[in-house]
């Protein structure tokens, strides 16, 4: 099997759906190729991180119920961090598979990597401004 008929079973295989003989097939193609490996690895750290944010998304009134501060603090700090982590990932996976398409010219690949790096660096400036509006907003939370 190449790597390319390995991609699709992999995320069935993560999820233990496949039949006995083709994760037989997945485990084989694993031990002999360099690639797939780690595409595995990207594939199942990028599914713990999304099944962390759907586990750590507790209602509105929970929220508000909740009157550990501290304890909520940590957490969006938390969420940040997974989200953070698997926006990284999930952008730097699909854009390695882009950028090893043979089929693309390398011009589309230089466009298409700038406009993912203006997104990036759009999301780390909005995410530095979050970081220092809630310092501000616990500086004045002392001051009051
Ligand atoms: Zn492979």
Redesign the pocket.
């Known amino acids: 099997m190449?790597?390319k008929e390995?991609e699709v079973y992999l995320s069935g295989y993560l999820d233990r759906e496949l039949t006995q003989q083709e994760a037989q097939r997945v485990e084989l193609?694993?031990e002999t190729?360099?690639?797939?490996p780690q595409?595995l690895k990207e594939l199942a750290t990028a599914r713990e991180a999304t099944r962390k944010i759907e586990f750590r998304q507790p209602g509105k009134q929970e929220w508000k119920n909740m009157e550990n501060t501290i304890l909520e603090n940590i957490s969006r700090g938390f969420g940040w961090l997974i989200l953070v982590v698997w926006s990284i990932t999930t952008v730097g996976y699909a854009f390695f598979q882009y950028a090893m398409m043979p089929s693309e010219p390398l011009f589309q690949k230089i466009l298409v990597f700038g406009i993912f790096l203006g997104i990036a660096l759009l999301f780390f400036s909005v995410l530095c401004q979050r970081i220092r509006e809630s310092r501000t907003d616990r500086y004045k939370g002392v001051q009051q």
Do not use: E, P
């Open positions: 190449s790597c390995i193609h694993l190729c360099s690639v797939c595409l």
